[in-house]
């Protein structure tokens, strides 16, 4: 498992210019580091994911000092899949986050990994699909999606895909939910 930091900053929407600088002076003597940036549509919060660095301690202090009262967030990535849209740009992203319940965990990650995120790869438009555990805070699990256009979220091949009869069995156990459209800005 590959492990990604992400810096959450809410209550500040970033635009592309503060992402940039944020990146240039975090990623200064972290060679192998891969970021990526993006802002909310309808809340004032950036994402911005960390990825492949050594030193994962010392990009966490980092952040703290280059955003005060952001929150950063060690993830473990379970599962990476290529869209249907693999190889094109993906300037929209969609995360779902959450946690469930206990006697629900197992048919969560197996309705994810089995049905739900490959099924939402397959979609046209879809760019890449990924899982991730945060493993010491809430929400546990998010849920990534790289889209090439906004259409591709709610359309038909999409909307098919949210209604099979695991996903209604497993939504109810959902809990501390959150559903995210973001902005590529990064």
């Not at 200064?28 to 960390?50: I, K, N, P």
Request: aromatic residues 8%; negative net charge.
């Amino acid at each position: 498992m590959q492990e990604t930091i992400l810096l959450v900053s809410l209550g500040e929407r970033f635009d592309e210019a503060r992402a940039r600088d944020l990146a240039g002076r975090l990623a200064d003597g972290l060679a192998d580091a891969q970021l990526s940036g993006y802002a909310a549509l309808e809340a004032d919060e950036t994402y911005l994911y960390v990825r492949g660095a050594d030193a994962l301690s010392e990009i966490q202090a980092r952040l703290a000092e280059l955003v005060p009262g952001a929150h950063a967030r060690l993830l473990h990535r379970t599962l990476d899949l290529p869209g249907a849209s693999a190889g094109q740009d993906a300037p929209w992203h969609y995360i779902v986050e959450t946690d469930v319940l206990p006697e629900a965990e197992a048919d969560l990650n197996a309705w994810y990994d089995q049905e739900h995120l490959p099924g939402l790869a397959s979609v046209p438009g879809t760019v890449r699909a990924q899982r991730y555990e945060c493993r010491d805070e809430s929400p546990r699990y998010l849920a990534c999606y790289d889209l090439q256009t906004q259409e591709t979220f709610g359309s038909p091949p999409w909307l098919a895909v949210r209604a099979t009869d695991w996903s209604s069995r497993v939504r109810p156990s959902f809990r501390n939910t959150r559903r995210t459209m973001f902005r590529k800005i990064l």
